[in-house]
């Protein structure tokens, strides 16, 4: 018989909704990201308006076959991954995959905490997916790469192999050094204030 499907990060999860809810619903877990940008190449197409190229991660081929036989059989599919952006985006993946399957019957719920009345609310109150929080997201994974790509490299070469460079540490590092320069060519000058009170 058909039944709702709730989709969820953590595997863990499974067992505490199905303890509450019984079997009025099929639960699966996505194990975190199932999509990413490619390890061995920039993954963004600069000239295009910074288009991220999303492939699979491997190792997820199973759990996205998984999930889409779940949902074939889906009476509603109810994406549940973290409340933040990162889950915004696995739910964005998840429901691209599963578009190809069940067009419209595909919701975004958060569920706040794991208790009995806070599953059943956000059931009660579907939404569509926050295209603003995944693109928050998509944005931030973006500027990682770019910077991680083109700043890390400098650093193999002029500090140490296996080091990262981050998209906020390089820019704040930058920010400082620019100040340290300007303190460091600064030329001191002797000045003199004058204040004279004056009757017209």
């Known amino acids: 018989m058909s039944k709702p499907l709730i989709v969820v990060e953590s595997p863990t999860k499974i067992r505490t909704i199905k303890q509450y ?42 759990v996205i076959k998984a999930l889409k036989q779940e949902a074939g059989n889906a009476t509603d599919i ?16 998840i ?37 603003d929080k995944f693109n928050a997201q998509q944005a931030r994974r973006i500027l990682d790469r770019l910077v991680g790509y083109k700043i890390s490299p400098l650093l193999w070469k002029k500090v140490n192999r296996g080091l990262s460079a981050g998209r906020v540490q390089s820019v704040a590092l930058r920010l400082i050094c620019e100040r340290e320069k300007e303190i460091t060519s600064f030329v001191s000058e002797e000045y003199w204030s004058i204040l004279a009170n004056l009757e017209g």
């Open 21 to 62: 809810l019984g079997n009025k619903y099929n639960v699966a877990a996505t194990v975190g990201h199932i999509k990413d940008l490619p390890s061995k190449e920039m993954g963004i197409d600069v000239e295009s308006g910074f288009k991220p190229k999303y492939i699979n991660i491997p190792g997820k081929q199973k």
């Open 78 to 93: 109810y994406l549940a991954p973290d409340p933040d952006r990162e889950g915004e985006a696995i739910a964005w993946h």
């Open 95 to 131: 429901s691209n995959e599963l578009k190809q399957i069940s067009k419209e019957n595909i919701y975004r719920v958060l569920i706040n905490e794991f208790t009995p009345h806070s599953i059943s609310k956000a059931l009660k109150n579907p939404f569509r997916i926050n295209e």
